[in-house]
């Protein structure tokens, strides 16, 4: 979860400008999903570098490792909960059956996101 954006109360999501964003699948072993997030951050550097210096062809390859990376994290590709609720990721949360929720967040909740 990411404790800095509302999330939502199931754990599946955070907001972000009113858009829900899947969060990591909380059933990864710590070790591992920090070795995740430090290869992705290290992906997203390259892929930094590789714009500032218009290389497309490395930014390409740097966004590809960071797409494989997300979906291992589970915040990418197949959801991770098993109850066959569907993958909302990148919605407006207003749009969604959190509708409700989102609404009951406080101005300063939003602020947040």
Same mark, same amino acid.
């Given at each position: 979860?990411?404790?800095?954006?509302?999330?939502?109360?199931?754990?599946?999501?955070?907001?972000?400008?009113?858009?829900?964003?899947?969060?990591?699948?909380?059933?990864?072993? +710590?070790?591992?999903? *920090? &070795?995740?997030?430090?290869?992705?951050?290290?992906?997203?550097? !390259?892929? @930094?570098?590789?714009?500032? $210096?218009?290389? +497309?062809?490395?930014? *390409? &390859?740097?966004?590809?490792?960071?797409?494989?990376?997300?979906? !291992?994290? @589970?915040?990418?590709?197949? $959801?991770?909960? +098993?109850?066959?609720?569907?993958?909302?990721?990148?919605?407006?949360?207003?749009?969604?059956?959190?509708?409700?929720?989102?609404?009951?967040?406080?101005?300063?909740?939003?602020?947040?996101?």
């Amino acid at each position: 979860m990411n404790a800095a954006k509302p999330t939502t109360p199931d754990g599946r999501y955070f907001v972000v400008k009113g858009r829900l964003w899947r969060c990591t699948n909380p059933s990864l072993p +710590s070790e591992l999903k *920090e &070795k995740l997030v430090s290869e992705l951050m290290r992906a997203r550097r !390259e892929k @930094g570098a590789a714009m500032r $210096v218009g290389d +497309s062809v490395r930014r *390409e &390859k740097a966004r590809q490792r960071i797409d494989l990376i997300k979906n !291992e994290l @589970g915040e990418r590709g197949p $959801v991770w909960w +098993s109850d066959d609720a569907p993958d909302l990721n990148r919605h407006m949360a207003k749009n969604t059956p959190y509708a409700q929720w989102f609404a009951g967040l406080t101005a300063k909740q939003h602020e947040k996101d």
